[in-house]
């Protein structure tokens, strides 16, 4: 069972006992993938069991081996088997794949007040009518963020249960709750329920629709009103994620409850810390379920930026969201002995009475647990001695958890670390901040030229961002890794610096061995961004319950706010379409419509054949005509991308359809604007509209000289009648020889490792430590 490491100090060990735990026998939890749904009485449950039956010789060993049954929204199942096994029921008829049991791992009241969204136009029974089902770690049911208070019962769609076993309960709020654990193996910090140990959970789901909170903070920093995007909208909770992350067979058991519940969106902050070709990813074959049945799933890009090609979670039915920044940032000011000050980033909740000793970590080396000047000037936990750094400020040469200086009885940090000094902080377990490397070796040559080097790290301040909204650095860009001509990611949302609730048992800094407690933290990440996107797709869904998951989609992109393309040259690759803008997509006046059609017309071209194909759409009626490989040009998606082999002319021809969701009678005329070396031609350039619903197509040539090694260049097509303007990005860019007659599996990207490998949710969302 593949895995990858969650980047804790704590975490080898968990993992090392999970992999005893997982491989102690030869049989490892597989998801057995299977045809379409038979019609009229079928028992999924019955059915799954007789196969493992036959494979297994007895029925006592096919229930032991039995995890689950998916069978409410899709067909298959997932169970313990040994290698023979899996090739056993690999040959049966009906069985189209089986999978190993991958552990992913998970991607956070200024935010909606900073997009012009302060309060909804909608009413509380529209919004109410809204169900967002979240996969993600549970989360804390007693919240102020999930209060009830007069709000009526659930819909009558609603179909879910809440399993809460003696400690868990759900409202009118939350009004379903489930969790999956195909390991069976629990921390101990965990709960055997949708309760959440972790935060992550709780986080997200009172950013997409937690209710109004007077008076939240952080120790007093960010205080004001918090709340979700849609506080009136429903709560449905899929506990997937766990200390060790989140296990493949549980997001599909998850997806399929969730379908069968009845909720409207799914919202995913989670994913690998690449992107997986579509037949081998969950979270791209359970969204295209979801999508079967009208549902949007919106998704965290990732945090492996700000490299190219990082970008997880890129299948085109679903919502794909980077990161960026508010105008809000968090800082704390070092002041030196001599006078100087250096403001660093940091969510500093302590104060310091006074100054205090100033001492390099490099001269306060524990040599009896084997540390070495070079090896505590990084303060890495256990490396520092007590008889030095206690009472003192410790300066150090990278970022860490602050647990090094917290043990050795240290009173306060100063980090260099210019990679983690740019766009977003972390709270740390003592005072603390992180300045660039260049300002900490000007600290360093204080403390060497003083005989008694003194310090003082003041309590954290906020300061307002202009440059906001930027994609933040650990944001995962494009290109898309699979489908070079999908734009991703589609779009950008407030990620960094986000407060929200937060699980009292979680630690509120990143120092996993923290034991103060809050009830809101501050936290960033894709993860953060992600329920931001998932609030305003439920704020389109509750204004139009019959628009499809494509329509909402299509309003979010060409609706969004425009965003600086001089603070960023990766360009569309960081932020899609814009930044999202939830007021405006409720009336964007054409959509791009897509249907399940159309996505197997696009992953046919993509390389797929039909056996490929249905290892996602799980039909045996899924048919790919032709496989011969082709562009993904015709598939109406909001955005276009040309990815042009070095070497060869630009040149591509695009088709699109447009359905008017605007003014019955209503006139559009294109307009755009390219880069001169391109030559962009739109037919017609004038599309007329006598009815609401009606559609109209109209195709774009984009030509221009030979290109190699050219990075990303873009524009945009817009139509505009006066009232709306449907705004699409186009972007032009270099791929290698070859690489635009794709095969369904992913390109190779390249990434740098982060050094450091501290604790708490930013090394299980991938922020910090290894993917």
Known sequence: M???????????????????????????????????????????????????????????????????????????????????????????????????????????????????????KLSASQEGNAIIGLLDTGVWPESESFNDEGMGPPPSKWKGICQGEGNFTCNNKIIGARYYNSENWYYETDFKSPRDS???????????????????????????VARGGVPNARIAVYKVCWSFGCATADILAAFDDAIADGVDILSVS??????????????????FHAMRYGILTSNSAGNSGPYPYSASNTAPWTLTVAASTIDRKFIANVVLGNGKVF?????????????????WGGDAANYSAGADPEI????????????????????????????????????????????????????????????????????????????????????????????AASVVSFSSRGPNPISPDILKPDLTAPGVDILASWSPVSPPSIYWGDTRSVNFNIISGTSMSCPHASAAAAYVKAAHPDWSPAAIKSALMTTAYIMDSR??????????????????????????????????????????????????????????????????????????????????????VFTRTVTNVGKPNSTYSVSMYMPSTVSVTVEPSVLSFSAIGETKTFT????????????????????????????????????????????????????????????????KNGILGRD
Not at 89 to 117: A, C, Q, Y
Not at 381 to 404: P, R
Not at 567 to 577: N, V
Not at 602 to 626: A, E, M, P, W
Request: aromatic share 10%; net charge negative; hydrophobic share 35%.
């Open 198 to 224: 972790e935060g992550h959970g709780t986080h997200t789901a009172s950013t997409a629709a937690g209710r109004e909170v007077q008076g939240a903070s952080y120790y007093g920093l960010a205080e004001g």
């Open 700 to 763: 774009i040539k984009v030509s221009g000289p030979k290109i190699a090694q050219q990075p990303i260049v873009s524009g945009a097509i817009m139509w505009k009648d006066g009232t709306y303007v449907v705004r699409s990005p186009l972007v032009v860019y270099n791929i290698l020889p070859g690489a635009a007659n794709f095969s369904p599996y992913s390109m190779t990207k390249l990434q740098k490792t982060p050094k450091f490998e501290g604790s708490s949710v930013y090394h």
């Open 567 to 652: 603070k960023h040259p990766d360009l569309e690759f960081a932020y899609g379409s814009g930044h999202i803008n939830p007021l405006d997509a409720t009336d964007p006046g054409l959509v791009y419509d897509a249907s399940v059609a159309d996505y197997i017309n696009f992953l046919c071209k993509q390389g797929y054949n039909t056996t490929t194909l249905r290892l996602i759409t799980g039909d045996n009626s899924s048919v790919c005509n032709s496989t011969e490989p082709g562009r993904a040009w015709d598939l109406n998606y909001p955005t276009f991308a040309l990815a042009v082999e070095d070497g060869q002319p630009i040149q591509g």
């Open 343 to 359: 403001t660093g980033l940091s969510i500093n909740s302590f104060v310091l009475n006074g100054t205090y000793p100033l001492v």
């Open 2 to 120: 593949a895995k990858w490491r969650l980047g804790s100090l704590l975490y080898p060990l968990l993992i090392a006992a999970l992999f005893v735990h997982c491989h102690g026998n030869d049989r490892k939890v597989h998801i057995v993938y299977m045809g379409d749904l038979p019609r009229g009485d079928f028992s999924a449950e019955s059915t799954h069991h007789s196969m493992l039956e036959s494979v297994l010789g007895s029925t006592s060993s096919a229930k032991e081996s039995l995890v689950y049954s998916y069978g409410r929204s899709f067909n298959g199942f997932a169970a313990k088997l040994s290698d023979e096994e899996v090739g056993k029921l690999s040959e049966m008829d009906g069985v189209i794949s089986v999978i190993p049991n991958h552990i992913l791992k998970i991607h956070t009241t200024r935010s909606w007040d900073f997009m012009g969204f302060s309060k909804g």
């Open 376 to 467: 505590a000037s990084y303060c890495v936990t256990g490396s520092l001695n007590s008889y030095i750094v206690q009472g003192k400020i410790v300066f150090c040469e990278t970022i860490w958890d602050g647990s090094g200086i917290l043990i050795a009885n240290g009173v306060g940090t100063i980090m260099a670390d210019s990679e983690y000094s740019k766009d977003f902080g972390f709270s740390y377990p003592l005072p603390a901040t992180v300045i660039t490397t260049e300002e900490g070796q000007e600290i360093l040559d204080y403390i060497r030229s003083t005989q008694n080097p003194i310090a003082t790290i003041l309590v954290g301040e906020t300061w307002k961002d202009i440059m």
């Open 270 to 287: 989670l994913g690998a810390p690449w992107a997986f070709p579509y037949m081998e990813d969950p979270i791209a074959i359970g969204s």
